[in-house]
């Protein structure tokens, strides 16, 4: 018998993810023998830079991690040392976080639903032919997305890499009068979020069906950003100090990021986990919205995660004008902190899903060590499922087609790969 | 007649010769006059493009790495950059010719800005700027407080 033929094939970067890392794919006739998505990550860099620290540099550390989520990593950090140092930061500044977040969240999203994933359902190579053929659809996604980046100007003093953000609260609290300067460009937005939510709904699906294990924070109170307990879709429900139990990171030859396992299985993190495990606790104008595009709370579709993606926008802007409507400046920008050793953990909800982080202090205040775990590493491991199961569907097709597909679905996730990788190149083999 | 100037200097300042364009803004902040608008940033953003007016002046300075000797200073009008190999863009690679290439595709007016680039040496975590890009450091200065009161004496002319 002859020898299979081997053909490589390499797409020199796969576009529009956010940052870079490498896809391998090896075919043997119409078996797919491996899928590995190598993240080449800085190896643990931030945690060996958070050692030695002072617990008040991390916020501002952490937030480097990523100029795109840079309030999530805050959050998390600050969540789990004011969770060692037992600090109750209240109704006002919790608000205040939380609108924060709704900034980020709304910036976020708007960047990759508009100038990264809508692309790949119109026929057009990026932002840059969107502006040609749709410049008003390109210029709604632009002001969307400001709306966000005004949030995080306003509260955290920049768009980029926040310095407000301090363990017991902020440097600063904006007065009232300051934060309801922000209501007029939020309530545009509010309208501009459900164009969205229509507009991406019309889109043209390919069928793809997933058996995903969703994992998110679950509030009984709120959709979750900042608080609540992991949950799964498999019936997990345990607080986030107990995370590292049950979600199990571990090294694989061809990555230098960690794979996440939840009870030795993949699972996925991200806006389609937070809607099912969290879509009775949308906000009125989103579960309408929802309903008005036909999509049920358990998307499993990948592809679809682009309304989910434009359904949170939604949930955020609105929440953004609740928050700013009743908000009253608390009495001090940050609680006091009494510094003791130990161990904190927390877990809160970055746009691309639920962000871990463990500190050990010593009683001085400073990082014995540090352990983050992205959204991106932790679905690392589905998103090679995924391949794994899309590419038998794709043997008939041309190796350009094949890698422009894996392209595809690698972006409906949204990886944000610079936080845990350099580099990301597409080698097709087959053999 | 020109409208406001505005000089933007990007890089991080914790990546080596990455910081170039952000020390070179906080520089130039001390020596250009107080009615022009200086500012630094990790990264470009659509706002750096999307206030200005019809006549404003944008003067980006950034980190370059073009295969030129470490210390080069290259100038750009936005037609120069904004071009190849922008399919492959991401939220974290939206760099400074993807901006300007949306802008000149959206219409944005920038016909007065111009692009001063430093090549690198380096851009290592923690490294600190290049002996060749400090060398250069005032001739970058230079370049651009001149090109900043050439739109000034333009400004002042009816």
Known sequence: MAEPRTRKIKVDVLARVEGEGALDVTLAGDEVRDVHLRIFEPPRFFETLLKGRHYTEVPDIVARICGICPVAYQMSAVHALESLFDVDVGDSI?????????GEWIES???????????????VDGALDLAASEPEILQRGLRLKKAGDIILTLLGGRAVHPVSVCVGGFSRVPPVSELRTLLEDLKWARDAALDTVRWVGGFDFPNL???YTFVALQSE??????????????????????????????????STALHSHLHGKPYLVG??????LNHQRLRPIVKQAMADVGLNSSVTNPHQSIIVR?????QAVDEAIEIIDAYEAPAVPAEHVVVKGGTGMAATEAPRGLLYHRYRVNAEGLIEEAKIVPPTSQNQARIEEDMRNLLPTLLDREDGEIAFECERLIRCYDPCISCATHFLKLNIKRI | MTGLVYVVGLGNELAGDDAAGLIAARKLRQSLPAD????????????MFERLGEDDVLIVIDAVMGGAASGTIHRFAPDDIAGAGLRHCSSHGLGLAHWAALAVKLGQPVRHMRIFGIEIAQAELGAGLSAEVEKNMPRLLLEVENAVQQSLAAEATP
Request: glycine share 4%; net charge negative; hydrophobic share 35%.
């Open chain 1, 109 to 123: 999203h708007a960047l990759h639903v508009y100038m990264l994933h809508a692309p790949d359902f119109l026929g």
């Open chain 1, 209 to 211: 069906v997933q058996d």
């Open chain 2, 36 to 47: 022009v608008h200086v500012e630094w940033r990790d990264k470009p953003d659509w706002d």
């Open chain 1, 271 to 276: 806006p389609q986990a937070r809607l099912c």
């Open chain 1, 221 to 254: 109170a709120e959709y979750p950003m900042n608080e609540g307990d992991v949950a799964a879709s498999n019936g997990l429900k345990a607080p986030a100090s107990l995370f590292e139990e049950h979600c199990e990171e571990h090294q694989e030859p061809h």
């Open chain 1, 310 to 314: 434009s359904l949170e926008i939604l």
């Open chain 1, 94 to 102: 919790r608000s205040l976080r939380r609108l924060l977040y709704c």
